[in-house]
């Protein structure tokens, strides 16, 4: 890093290209020179619980220090849609001035635990025909810093107020196995026992089956769950509706799922959109049921009926069909979910995330 030594030498943060406060690990903020103790500025930096005013109390020798050597900027949130169900769809702009959406989804009543369901990347590049991220394209990649700034800024608005009493899981804009090196980064820091000190059993990880991520995920430690978005049964349908399926078919995938090999107490989840005529038949139920073979005996199916949006034109099943497709995988041995999707009501559901501006610009420039 090309800074001066003296505070006054500096470049302002911004200007300066410094790796943000919180995509550091305590050994890394020592080496920057930290003042104090490093773990105890690790730990107020990363437990929100403790911050004052909604930031972190570093005493002023150590912030004035930190902000010499890091950009202490987190995602900052402009916008929140409560939704009836109880959940909360949250607009945050980046520093850059891109906007990203997480969704705060508390348990029920009286059970303290809550569900973030957290973006990866600005937009997707995956191009999947019924997704509202998909439509928008890929701006870029999240930094670590961003990924888990996402958590804490939601943290200190709307709690849970201990570490232990979050599920995250990556089901918001974004391919997470896209930008793995980041998003790995981030759930390590997630993971650290004086910061957060979530476990990697709640951390989910939804992939479109970019299998080259997959594997080099099944290899990396710590190792979050993982999660399959597997949408259509044959080649055909599926390549028509997930462009990834061109490149690696489905059975490329499941020879990847094989190869990622279950250790004890964990599960695989299996994510299946159902698109009315699309993909809903009980011949759908017989080639999804084959197709997990053995995977059947530690998995959840989850079963979400299409969201509807302006940018696809695929509708959702009547309730009689989802309820059917449910029934069809039960008897063939899967542990099925019909997944309503929380925060409808305001565009907060799976594969509705997108900023209504962008997809807005997106169809005047097609014309
Ligand atoms: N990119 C990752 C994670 C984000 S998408 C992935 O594709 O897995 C999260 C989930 O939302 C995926 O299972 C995806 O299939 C689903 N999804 C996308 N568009 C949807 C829509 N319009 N209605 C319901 N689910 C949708
Ligand atoms: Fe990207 Fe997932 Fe949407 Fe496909 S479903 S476009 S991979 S966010």
Redesign the pocket.
């Known amino acids: 890093m090309t800074v001066g030594s003296m505070p006054w030498d500096r470049p302002a943060p911004e200007r300066a290209g410094l790796p943000s406060a919180w995509s550091l690990f305590p050994e890394e903020l020592a080496a920057l020179g930290c003042p104090g103790s490093a773990l105890e500025t690790f730990r107020r930096l990363h437990r929100p619980w403790t911050w004052k005013d909604g930031a972190p109390d570093l005493g002023s020798g150590i912030r004035r220090w930190l902000e010499g050597v890091a950009d202490l900027r987190l995602p900052r949130i402009v916008e929140q849609q409560p939704s009836a169900d109880g959940a909360t769809k949250l607009a945050l702009d980046l520093a850059d001035g891109k906007r990203i959406e997480a969704v705060h989804m508390p348990r029920k009543v009286r059970n303290p635990r809550v569900t973030y369901c957290l973006s990866s990347q600005v937009g ?1 590049a ?1 191009g ?1 025909t ?4 998909g439509s928008m394209g890929i701006l870029r990649n999240l930094q670590p810093g961003e990924i888990l700034g996402q958590v804490l800024a939601v943290m200190a608005e709307l709690g849970p107020d201990r570490g232990h009493l979050l599920t995250l899981v ?3 804009m ?3 196995l896209h930008n793995l090196e980041h998003l790995h980064r981030a759930i390590r820091l997630m993971g650290h026992p004086a910061g957060l000190g979530i476990g990697m059993g709640r951390i989910t990880v ?3 089956g970019l299998v080259s991520g997959i594997e080099k995920l099944a290899k990396l430690e710590p190792r979050p769950m993982l ?1 399959l ?1 597997l ?1 259509a049964t044959t080649d055909e349908a599926r390549s028509r509706t997930m462009p990834v399926n061109r490149v690696w078919d489905l059975a490329r995938l499941r020879q990847a799922l094989d190869a990622w090999g279950l250790k004890r107490g964990e599960k695989l989840t299996f ?1 299946y ?1 159902l698109l009315a005529g699309e993909n809903d038949t009980e011949a759908d139920a017989e080639r999804l049921a084959a197709w997990l073979g053995d995977l059947r005996r530690g998995h959840n199916l989850n079963l ?1 009926p ?2 509807e ?1 302006d940018a ?1 034109s ?1 509708r959702q099943p009547g309730e009689a069909r989802v309820q059917a497709f449910s029934d069809w995988l039960k008897a063939r041995g899967c542990f099925v979910t019909v997944r309503r ?1 929380r925060g409808r009501d305001v565009q907060g ?4 995330l997108v900023k209504g501006k962008d997809l807005h610009e997106r169809r005047i420039s097609h014309g």
């Open positions: 997707c995956m999947c019924f997704c509202a991220t990556f089901m918001g974004g391919e997470p939804s992939t479109s999660a978005s949408n994510e959109v979400i299409m969201n949006h696809s695929f999707s559901a799976c594969g509705q």
